[in-house]
């Protein structure tokens, strides 16, 4: 509207100048009649012209109001608590190989799912709710195989927690939560689609974080809960265009020796033992874990592109034999985010047989279980907005500390382990 009548008013002023031209020129000296003719006609295709675009413009005007008066009656129709509410999920499709030595190959497809939301309460109090595929429950993957002659695929409670920030450096948190510890770069010596149980309070001011964690494994009538009880601190500091983080960790498991606190009944490579279980527990874990973490971080941009460096540390200081300590280290270049991004990486990690609680280890790496080690190549380009295509190629070994008996082969140490996963990423 505002830009026609930019345009009307210059013609008018020059419709108006024509005619006080043509004015002049008649007064001042005699002119030929088709001269005069001539400019009647201009003056005259000038003023329609203007009317024409007059009428345009009130045209214009009355359809912006109509469509303001339309915008503002959607807007009323709403109820109040829909801007409460961001809604936000992913879809992944996966093809994966696994190629373990003396055991046969194996070629699926997996899909994932998550959908869920954050809920603002009040100023000072949200909460989020997520629901996610997944293959009985298993804390560790929400992947479902398409196999089962196309059956429904089940979804489970991800997410379900309330978190109220009382103070821009304090947060509680209760519930089935996101980890509230920081994990170094790409460190999976805890497997990133865990969510913990429980309550957790975080404190972050200036470079300075902190936390501290209560996490429920498994609740008994009888013999005590195994719970996780753990805290945090570290520093993150900006140096120039880089930045550097510095962390330590305390993970003390409470009530998990001489108990099987294991999801399907697998201890996922941690040593058991017969001798000296709870009732109704055998086979159970031979050793306690208080795990100690100390983990590094550097990043800078090179190129453009952002570096990033990680190393991450943990010794269990309460393991009866030598297999007690995990390390992780690697490195990622450029980051996959906007369309036509793209990012690549490596890391090596060795995780002994009792360094972790191996219900917490990755459900990829080394066939899911501690006792392993090995480098992970890791690749992914950004196709569009929100759709991302990632490759990342295991090269492992399992069994590392304790042999494993393979029928017609014997006793294998150092087993080699290969899992190559091609994933298309789908984000809302």
């Not at 295709?45 to 503002?72: C, F, G, H, M, P």
């Not at 120039?240 to 330590?248: C, K, P, Q, Y």
Request: with cysteine.
């Amino acid at each position: 509207m505002q830009s026609m009548k930019k345009v009307s008013g210059p013609l008018m002023m020059r419709t108006l100048g024509v005619g006080a031209a043509v004015a002049a020129v008649l007064a001042v000296s005699p002119a030929r009649a088709d001269e005069v003719s001539e400019l009647k006609a201009a003056v005259q295709a000038l003023q329609k012209r203007l009317d024409t675009l007059e009428s345009q413009a009130k045209v214009t005007e009355e359809t912006n109001d109509r469509q303001t008066d339309q915008i503002a009656q959607a807007k009323s129709n709403v109820p109040g608590w829909v801007p409460n509410f961001n809604f936000k999920g992913d879809l992944r499709y996966r093809n994966e190989n696994i190629d373990q030595e003396y055991a046969p190959g194996r070629n699926r497809d997996r899909i994932r799912v998550r959908a869920g939301f954050v809920a603002k309460v009040n100023d000072t109090i949200s909460t989020e709710l997520q629901l996610a595929s997944s293959e009985g429950g298993d804390p560790r993957s929400s992947n479902q195989t398409l196999t089962g002659e196309n059956t429904r695929k089940s979804v489970n409670i991800d997410l379900a927690y309330a978190e109220w920030k009382p103070h821009a450096d304090w947060k509680l948190t209760a519930g089935k939560m996101k980890y509230p510890w920081v994990r170094p770069g790409q460190s999976i010596l805890f497997d990133g689609d865990i969510n913990p149980e429980g309550l957790a309070v975080n404190f972050n001011h200036g470079a300075f974080f902190a936390s501290s964690f209560y996490n429920i494994l498994e609740e008994r009538s009888t013999t005590g809960e195994s719970t996780l009880f753990g805290g945090q601190v570290g520093w993150k500091q900006a140096i120039g265009t880089a930045s550097v983080t510095l962390g330590a960790s305390l993970f003390d498991f409470n009530s998990v020796q001489h108990r099987n606190p294991f999801f399907n009944a697998s201890s996922n490579g941690n040593t058991t033992t017969t001798v000296g279980c709870f009732p109704g527990q055998s086979p159970c874990l031979l050793n306690d874990y208080n795990l100690i973490e100390g983990f590094a971080e550097y990043s800078v941009p090179v190129a453009g592109r952002p570096l990033s460096l990680y190393a991450d540390y943990i010794k269990n200081d309460a393991a009866v034999n030598s297999y007690d300590t995990a390390y992780s280290a690697g490195i990622q270049y450029g980051r996959a985010s906007n369309p036509r991004t793209w990012e690549i990486g490596y890391f090596y990690q060795k995780v002994e047989k009792d360094s972790l609680n191996a219900q917490f280890v990755d459900s990829d790496f080394a066939g899911g279980n501690s006792d392993g080690k090995g480098g992970v190549f890791k690749a992914a380009y950004a196709f569009a907005r929100n759709w991302t295509l990632n490759l990342t190629y295991f090269m492992n070994k399992t069994n590392i500390d304790v042999p494993v008996t393979v029928a017609g082969v014997g006793s294998i140490r150092d087993r080699d382990y290969k899992r190559l996963q091609v994933d298309m990423n789908f984000k809302y």
